[in-house]
C-alpha cells in the first residue's frame, strides 16, 4: 500500500463500532480503522494531529505490550500507525457516509488528524481464494463478561447469581437501546460445555445484537438490522450457508433442512472456541477452572436440570479460555475498584506530577505491564496497590469488551471428494480484536452504570415482566435438537 497514492475509490465501508469506524480494501485483505468523535463536540474537543497520532500510537503500544501478551501471540494482530492525505480522508468520509448505519451517525469519522491503524482483514484468510471457489466465513462474536463477580465488595447479592450482561438487557431495552431481550448468557459460552455453548451461540444467532456478526468473502450477510425492530433473516443465512455444509449425510429432499445446517455451523463455531489447548498426558486438553466464582447465571435460559458438575472448564489455551483468564483481574468488581480510584485521584491531587510516573494515561510498554503482573495482592494502604489494582481494572475491562473472529473455509479437497465426507472440514483461523484501552477517567461512570444496571434489574424483574416480551421471545424462538 502506497500512502502518497491513496485513492479513496479502492477502499469501501466496512463496519464500525463505539468508537472507530473500519474501512476494507477492494483488493489487497487490509482493513484501515479509523478513529470517530461525537459530532457535537467535534468541533472544539478535536485533537491536534500530534495528539491523534499518540492516541492510535498508545492503542497499538496498548495491543503489543499489554494484551498481547495476556492473550497470546497467535490471536493479537496489533497493526501499525499510518500516516494519511487528508484529501483521502476526507473523500473517504464522504464515500462511506451513506453506508453507515444510523443508530452509529451520532459521531463523525476523523477527518482532520490524518492518522489511522492498518490491519489485517480478519473477515479474509489470506491466499484460500486460489484453493476452493468458496469464500471463508466469518464468525465475529462480542462475548462479553464470562464470569460472575465473586468479590467481597459486592453489596448486592443479585450480581453474585445474575451476570452483567443479562441484568443488562433489561436496562438496555428500558432505554430503548434494544426492542427484545437477548436470551443469551456469557457464561453458556464460556463454560467449555458443548451443549451449554451451543445454546449461547443459539442464542446469538436468534437475536445478534451487536454481540455477533457474520461475513462471507469479507462482506457483511449477518447481523442486527439498522431497524433494530426487525429481525435477522436465519433463512437468507441458511441459503448462503448450504454450500459449506452439502455432504452426505441426513439429506432431505437432496439437500440438508435449514436446522441441520444451523446445527452443524454452530458445531464447527464451538469446535473452533474450544481448539487450541494442549494436552495433558492421557490426551485431554488441559482445563481451566473457575474455582472462586459460581459457574452459572441464574438468568440464563439454559435448563437447569442439565447443568451437570462434569468436568467442563475450557482449554487452558482456547481463546475463550484466554480471553477469561483476563476478564478474571478485575478480582474487586467496580464496588472494589471505585474507592482505590478516590484513593489515587486524592493522591494526584496532592502530587500532580506523580501521574507520569504512574503511568495513568501510558504509556503503555513493559513497565506499565509489570505494575499490572506484580501489584501487591493485599491491600497495604498504598497509592501503588490502588493504582495496580486500577491499571488491572482496566484491561480485564478491556478483555470484556473485546470481540472473537473465526474465519474458515472449506479444506483442499475438491468438491467431489468433499461430498464424500461424513461432516465438511475446515480450515480456520481465530483472532481477538477490539483491544484498546479503556479510560481511566470511565471509572465513575463504570460505577454509576453499575448501580443503574442491578438496580433496574431488581425493580423490573421483582415486577410481573410485561407480556408482550414473552409474546415476542416465543415468536422468534427456534427448536434446535441438543447435541
Ligand atoms: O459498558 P458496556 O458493557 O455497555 O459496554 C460498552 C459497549 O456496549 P454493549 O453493552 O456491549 O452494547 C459499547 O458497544 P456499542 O457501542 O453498544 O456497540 C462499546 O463497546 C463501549 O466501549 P467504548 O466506550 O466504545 O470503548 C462499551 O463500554 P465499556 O464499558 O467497555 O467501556
Ligand atoms: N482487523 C479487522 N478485520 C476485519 N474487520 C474488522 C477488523 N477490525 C475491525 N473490524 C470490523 O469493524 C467493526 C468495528 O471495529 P471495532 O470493534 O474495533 O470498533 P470499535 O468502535 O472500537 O468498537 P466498540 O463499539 O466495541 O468500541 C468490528 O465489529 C469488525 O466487524
Known sequence: MELDKMDENDWKYHGEGNKSLVVSHLQHCRVLRLLKFPSEDSAHTRQTAEQAFRHILNIVDYSKYVMKPLLGEKYVHSGEVVKLPLDFVRQLSLKV???????????????????????????????????????????????KCGFLPFSRHITKECKRKVCRFCMHQHYKLANGKWKRLSRYCPLDLFSGSKQRMYVALKNLLEEPQNNLKIFKGGELIFSCKDDAKQQPELNDLIQHLRPYFSHSNGLYNGHQPGKAILNEFIQVICSALLSGGDSNRSGEPRKVHLSESRPHCEASPF????????????????????????????????????????????YLEEFPKERNRLQI?????????????????EDDGSVEYAVGKVHQYRVAMTAKDCSVMITFAPCEEDEEQQLKLEKPRFTYSISILDLDPKPY???????????????????????PPPSSLYKERQECTLLFHAV
Open 303 to 346: 435448563p437447569r436440570d442439565l447443568l451437570r458438575n462434569g468436568n467442563h472448564g475450557l482449554p487452558k489455551d482456547s481463546v475463550l479460555a484466554k480471553i477469561l483468564q483476563v476478564q478474571m483481574l478485575d478480582n474487586l468488581d467496580i464496588e472494589g475498584i471505585y474507592p482505590l480510584y478516590k484513593r489515587v485521584e486524592q
Open 97 to 143: 457516509q451513506q453506508e453507515r448505519p444510523e443508530l452509529r451517525c451520532d459521531k463523525v469519522m476523523d477527518t482532520f488528524s490524518g492518522c489511522g491503524l492498518c490491519l489485517p482483514n480478519l473477515t479474509q484468510l489470506p491466499l484460500h481464494h486460489l484453493r476452493d471457489h468458496r469464500p471463508p466465513i466469518c464468525v465475529e462474536i462480542k462475548p
Open 361 to 377: 494515561d501510558g504509556p503503555y510498554n513493559e513497565s506499565f505491564m509489570d505494575k499490572v503482573k506484580n501489584c501487591p495482592t
Open 441 to 463: 477517567e470511565g471509572i465513575p461512570h463504570q460505577y454509576k452504570l453499575d448501580t443503574k444496571i442491578v438496580n433496574y434489574y431488581l425493580r423490573s424483574t421483582q415486577a
